[in-house]
Each structure stands twice: as structure tokens, then as C-alpha cells.
């Protein structure tokens, strides 16, 4: 008659951080927070404060669109973080650091981080998802090139993006 496979009950919930710059939040970005926000308990979506030096927005606005745009998930928060992730991740309990991966291009540099991670953390754990087809090629960067040279964001970005974008940059809807 097979087998039935007894799941032992979590004894703890599962923390995942998913940080980034996220200057600003791009509909890549949101696949991969919808596809985290299934598999963890809760997952912190993490602001870098100091990855970039000359962010487009400042680390309140990018805060801001995050929150609005992941208002939906109720095991979805939004917070800022500064300094090394490691010691981010264990002040949140979190045993899992969350990833995108596009293409093979970012595998080089997502594979340095996770071992230098691992490196400092043993227990932390580095978890690489990739987003729907359709947001493989979609970076915050391209978006604001597009959106100085006067491109339309309306297809990459959510609504709230774009208008912040259109009122910065002036890009088109
Ligand atoms: P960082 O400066 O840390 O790379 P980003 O905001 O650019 O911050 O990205 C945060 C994370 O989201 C990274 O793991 C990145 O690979 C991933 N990411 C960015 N854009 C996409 C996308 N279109 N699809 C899937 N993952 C993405």
C-alpha cells in the first residue's frame, strides 16, 4: 500500500530575509517576494541602507513603495538594514537568506556573497529562486535608464513606482 510520509510540526517558524537595494522595486523583485512569501512563515524584506552610494531614491521612499506594494502579504514585512547582513539576519532569527537569480550572469557574484556569508554564519543558509521568464532580463538599473531616456516603465514596474519615477525623472506612462 506505499507509504505515508509523517511531517514532523515545525517547532520554529521559518524567518527568511530577501534584502537588496531594491532602488526602486521592480516587478521582478515582487515575483520573488511572492514566490518567498509561499514557501517561508515570514519573510523580511530587508533595505540595504548603504549598498549604493548614489541611490536614485533614498532608503524612506524605497521603503515606502515596498510596503505599499507588499501590503497584500500579511508574512511579508518591510524593514531597513545597515551594516553586515549576517549580523541583520541573526538579530531577526532568520536562518535563510533569500536570492534572485536571472541569469547565469548573476550566479558568479550571488555565489560569492552565499559563501562569504557561510563563511562568517555557518548556520545561515542561502535559498536562490528565479523569477517567471518574463522578468528574467529586469533590473532596478535598466528601469531608471529607461525611465530618464522618457521610456515607457508601465509593463516593469507597479503603478506606485511608476508615478514616483514619472514625478523624479519625469518618465512616461
Ligand atoms: P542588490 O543591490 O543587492 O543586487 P537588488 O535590489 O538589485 O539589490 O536585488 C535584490 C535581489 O533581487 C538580488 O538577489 C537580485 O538578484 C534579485 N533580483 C533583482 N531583479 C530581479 C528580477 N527581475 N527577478 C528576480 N530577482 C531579481
Do not use: C, W
Not at 77 to 84: A, H, I, M, T, Y
Not at 99 to 113: C, F, P
Amino acid at each position: 500500500m506505499g507509504y505515508r510520509m509523517v511531517l514532523e510540526p515545525e517547532t520554529t517558524s521559518r524567518i527568511a530575509i530577501y534584502p537588496g537595494s531594491f532602488d526602486p522595486v521592480t516587478k521582478g523583485h515582487l515575483d520573488l517576494i511572492a514566490r518567498g512569501a509561499q514557501i517561508f512563515d515570514q519573510l523580511i524584506v530587508a533595505v540595504a541602507q548603504n549598498s549604493e552610494k548614489d541611490p536614485l531614491f533614498d532608503a524612506k521612499e524605497r521603503v515606502e513603495m515596498l510596503e505599499a506594494v507588499t501590503f497584500e502579504y500579511k508574512n511579508v514585512e518591510v524593514d531597513l538594514f545597515e551594516g553586515l547582513l549576517v549580523n541583520y539576519a541573526r538579530s531577526q532569527n532568520a536562518r535563510v537568506i533569500l536570492r534572485g537569480i536571472r541569469a547565469v550572469s548573476d550566479y558568479e557574484y550571488e555565489l560569492q556573497m552565499a559563501m562569504m556569508n557561510r563563511k562568517i554564519e555557518e548556520q545561515l543558509e542561502t535559498v536562490f529562486m528565479i523569477p517567471a521568464m518574463a522578468y528574467s532580463y529586469l533590473s532596478s538599473r535598466l528601469v531608471k535608464e529607461l525611465a530618464r531616456l522618457g521610456g515607457s516603465v508601465k509593463d516593469f514596474v507597479p503603478p506606485i513606482v511608476e508615478e514616483r519615477l514619472r514625478a523624479k525623472l519625469g518618465a512616461k506612462s
